[in-house]
């Protein structure tokens, strides 16, 4: 089953095929998304990856959280499913 995992403090610079290349180092990537803002279009510096198995994800935690990646130390650890939340539609009050 896959496990998806948090990736914080990446480099402004970090792409998605960067990423992948890191973590299919430790196992299968099913995917692979970092969050941009909707309006700037600036990543937010942190992303999800989704690793084929737990195994695989266990093994991809230990050998990137922590580990310097485009001159960041990532934190990696197993992701919360917390449900989204609804945004606003606008400033009418």
Same mark, same amino acid.
């Given at each position: 089953?896959?496990?998806?995992?948090?990736?914080?403090?990446?480099?402004?610079?970090?792409?998605?095929?960067?990423? !992948?290349?890191? @973590?299919?180092?430790?196992?299968?990537?099913?995917?692979?998304?970092?969050? @941009?803002?909707?309006?700037?279009?600036?990543?937010?510096? @942190?992303?999800?990856?989704?690793?084929?198995?737990?195994?695989?994800?266990?093994?991809?935690?230990?050998?990137?959280?922590?580990?310097?990646?485009?001159?960041?130390?990532?934190?990696?650890?197993?992701?919360?499913?917390?449900? !989204?939340?609804?945004?606003?539609?606008?400033?009418?009050?």
């Amino acid at each position: 089953m896959a496990k998806k995992l948090y990736v914080g403090n990446l480099s402004y610079n970090t792409t998605e095929d960067g990423l !992948r290349n890191l @973590f299919s180092g430790f196992g299968a990537v099913a995917s692979v998304k970092i969050i @941009f803002d909707r309006e700037t279009g600036n990543s937010k510096g @942190f992303g999800f990856i989704e690793m084929s198995g737990d195994d695989e994800a266990v093994a991809a935690i230990a050998g990137t959280n922590g580990r310097e990646y485009d001159g960041r130390k990532l934190r990696v650890n197993e992701a919360m499913d917390k449900p !989204r939340r609804e945004r606003g539609g606008g400033g009418n009050w």
